[in-house]
Nanobody, 124 residues
Framework: QVQLVESGGGLVQAGGSLRLSCAAS????????MGWFRQAPGKEREFVAA????????YYADSVKGRFTISRDNAKNTMFLQMNSLKAEDTAVYYC?????????????????WGQGTQVTVSS
Protein backbone atom coordinates (compact mmCIF):
# COMPACT_ATOMS: atom_id res chain seq x y z
CA GLN A 1 0.00 0.00 0.00
CA VAL A 2 1.50 3.29 -1.10
CA GLN A 3 1.81 6.16 1.38
CA LEU A 4 1.69 9.74 0.14
CA VAL A 5 3.07 12.84 1.83
CA GLU A 6 2.39 16.35 0.50
CA SER A 7 4.55 19.39 1.16
CA GLY A 8 5.02 22.92 -0.14
CA GLY A 9 1.82 24.58 0.96
CA GLY A 10 1.75 27.97 2.63
CA LEU A 11 0.52 31.55 2.55
CA VAL A 12 1.03 33.56 -0.63
CA GLN A 13 -0.33 36.78 -2.06
CA ALA A 14 -2.63 36.78 -5.04
CA GLY A 15 -0.62 36.55 -8.23
CA GLY A 16 2.14 34.59 -6.53
CA SER A 17 3.35 31.04 -7.01
CA LEU A 18 3.77 27.86 -4.99
CA ARG A 19 5.11 24.41 -5.84
CA LEU A 20 3.55 21.42 -4.13
CA SER A 21 5.29 18.07 -3.87
CA CYS A 22 3.89 14.61 -3.20
CA ALA A 23 6.36 11.94 -2.11
CA ALA A 24 5.34 8.31 -2.47
CA SER A 25 6.68 5.44 -0.38
CA UNK A 26 6.13 2.70 -2.92
CA UNK A 27 8.84 1.87 -5.45
CA UNK A 28 6.08 0.85 -7.86
CA UNK A 29 5.11 4.53 -7.99
CA UNK A 30 5.90 4.57 -11.67
CA UNK A 31 2.93 2.27 -12.33
CA UNK A 32 0.40 4.53 -10.58
CA UNK A 33 -1.75 7.20 -12.16
CA MET A 34 -1.70 10.25 -9.90
CA GLY A 35 -3.83 13.28 -9.22
CA TRP A 36 -4.18 16.48 -7.24
CA PHE A 37 -7.45 17.45 -5.58
CA ARG A 38 -8.42 20.32 -3.29
CA GLN A 39 -11.06 21.02 -0.70
CA ALA A 40 -12.09 24.47 0.46
CA PRO A 41 -14.01 25.01 3.72
CA GLY A 42 -17.63 24.00 3.37
CA LYS A 43 -17.12 22.57 -0.11
CA GLU A 44 -16.65 19.12 -1.56
CA ARG A 45 -13.25 17.83 -2.61
CA GLU A 46 -12.68 18.70 -6.27
CA PHE A 47 -10.38 17.61 -9.04
CA VAL A 48 -7.44 19.85 -9.91
CA ALA A 49 -5.07 17.90 -12.16
CA ALA A 50 -4.06 14.35 -13.09
CA UNK A 51 -1.10 12.68 -14.74
CA UNK A 52 -0.56 9.28 -16.30
CA UNK A 53 2.14 6.88 -15.16
CA UNK A 54 4.55 8.08 -17.82
CA UNK A 55 3.68 11.76 -17.54
CA UNK A 56 2.57 11.73 -21.14
CA UNK A 57 -1.10 12.41 -20.46
CA UNK A 58 -2.12 15.44 -18.43
CA TYR A 59 -5.57 16.62 -17.38
CA TYR A 60 -6.61 19.85 -15.70
CA ALA A 61 -9.75 21.37 -14.23
CA ASP A 62 -10.90 24.35 -16.27
CA SER A 63 -10.42 26.60 -13.27
CA VAL A 64 -6.64 26.00 -13.18
CA LYS A 65 -5.84 25.41 -16.84
CA GLY A 66 -3.04 27.67 -17.99
CA ARG A 67 -1.98 28.49 -14.43
CA PHE A 68 -1.12 25.11 -12.86
CA THR A 69 1.27 22.45 -14.17
CA ILE A 70 1.35 18.86 -12.98
CA SER A 71 4.49 16.75 -13.40
CA ARG A 72 6.22 13.73 -11.93
CA ASP A 73 9.69 12.31 -11.43
CA ASN A 74 9.41 8.53 -11.32
CA ALA A 75 13.08 8.13 -10.40
CA LYS A 76 12.38 10.06 -7.19
CA ASN A 77 8.86 8.71 -6.54
CA THR A 78 7.58 12.29 -6.48
CA MET A 79 4.80 14.26 -8.12
CA PHE A 80 4.60 18.05 -8.35
CA LEU A 81 2.04 20.79 -8.83
CA GLN A 82 3.42 24.14 -9.95
CA MET A 83 0.83 26.82 -9.19
CA ASN A 84 1.23 30.24 -10.78
CA SER A 85 -0.97 33.33 -10.86
CA LEU A 86 -2.69 32.19 -7.70
CA LYS A 87 -6.10 33.59 -6.83
CA ALA A 88 -7.98 33.86 -3.55
CA GLU A 89 -10.36 31.17 -4.79
CA ASP A 90 -7.45 28.71 -4.98
CA THR A 91 -7.35 28.69 -1.18
CA ALA A 92 -7.92 25.11 -0.01
CA VAL A 93 -6.31 22.02 1.41
CA TYR A 94 -4.56 20.27 -1.46
CA TYR A 95 -4.39 16.48 -1.56
CA CYS A 96 -2.39 14.15 -3.76
CA UNK A 97 -3.93 10.84 -4.71
CA UNK A 98 -2.85 7.63 -6.39
CA UNK A 99 -4.52 4.73 -8.12
CA UNK A 100 -2.83 1.39 -8.85
CA UNK A 101 -3.41 1.53 -12.58
CA UNK A 102 -1.92 3.37 -15.50
CA UNK A 103 -5.32 4.77 -16.47
CA UNK A 104 -5.80 8.41 -15.46
CA UNK A 105 -8.93 9.42 -13.54
CA UNK A 106 -10.51 12.72 -12.54
CA UNK A 107 -12.98 11.83 -9.79
CA UNK A 108 -12.44 11.34 -6.06
CA UNK A 109 -14.06 7.90 -6.09
CA UNK A 110 -11.53 6.50 -8.53
CA UNK A 111 -8.52 7.05 -6.26
CA UNK A 112 -7.71 4.59 -3.48
CA UNK A 113 -4.71 6.26 -1.84
CA TRP A 114 -4.57 9.76 -0.37
CA GLY A 115 -2.11 12.00 1.38
CA GLN A 116 -2.90 14.00 4.50
CA GLY A 117 -3.16 17.29 2.63
CA THR A 118 -1.29 20.58 2.66
CA GLN A 119 -2.90 24.00 3.22
CA VAL A 120 -2.64 26.65 0.53
CA THR A 121 -3.86 30.11 1.46
CA VAL A 122 -3.93 32.94 -1.08
CA SER A 123 -4.47 36.42 0.30
CA SER A 124 -6.16 39.01 -1.88
Amino acid sequence: QVQLVESGGGLVQAGGSLRLSCAASDRTFRSYAMGWFRQAPGKEREFVAAISWSGGNLYYADSVKGRFTISRDNAKNTMFLQMNSLKAEDTAVYYCAARATIVVATTVEEYAYWGQGTQVTVSS
